[in-house]
C-alpha cells in the first residue's frame, strides 16, 4: 500500500474527483506521481502486489503556517 496524495492532480480540484490526468505543479506532487507509476507498473509487470491510495489534504499540526507543503492546513487551528 502507497499513500499517494491529490497533489499529483495540481491546481484546484472539483468538489468530487473522478477521473483526472496527473499534472503536479510541485516537486512533492510529482515525486508522489512518480512513486505511484513506478507502483503500477510494477504490480502490473507481476513484481509487487500493491495498491495506492490518494489521501485529501490532512491538518498535520497546530501553528503557524511555513514554508513546507504539508503545513496547507496546519495555520487554521492557530486561532482557535
Not at 513484481?47 to 513546507?68: E, Q
Amino acid at each position: 500500500m502507497f499513500t499517494s496524495s491529490v497533489t499529483v492532480y495540481g491546481g484546484t480540484l472539483p468538489d468530487i474527483v473522478r477521473r483526472m490526468a496527473l499534472n503536479p505543479q510541485s516537486s512533492y506532487g510529482t515525486q508522489k506521481a512518480i512513486a505511484e507509476l513506478l507502483l503500477c507498473d510494477f504490480s502490473r509487470r507481476g513484481f509487487v502486489d500493491g495498491r495506492v491510495l490518494r489521501l485529501p489534504t490532512i491538518s498535520v499540526r497546530p501553528g503557524k503556517p511555513n514554508a513546507a507543503a504539508s503545513s496547507l492546513r496546519a495555520g487554521s487551528f492557530a486561532s482557535r
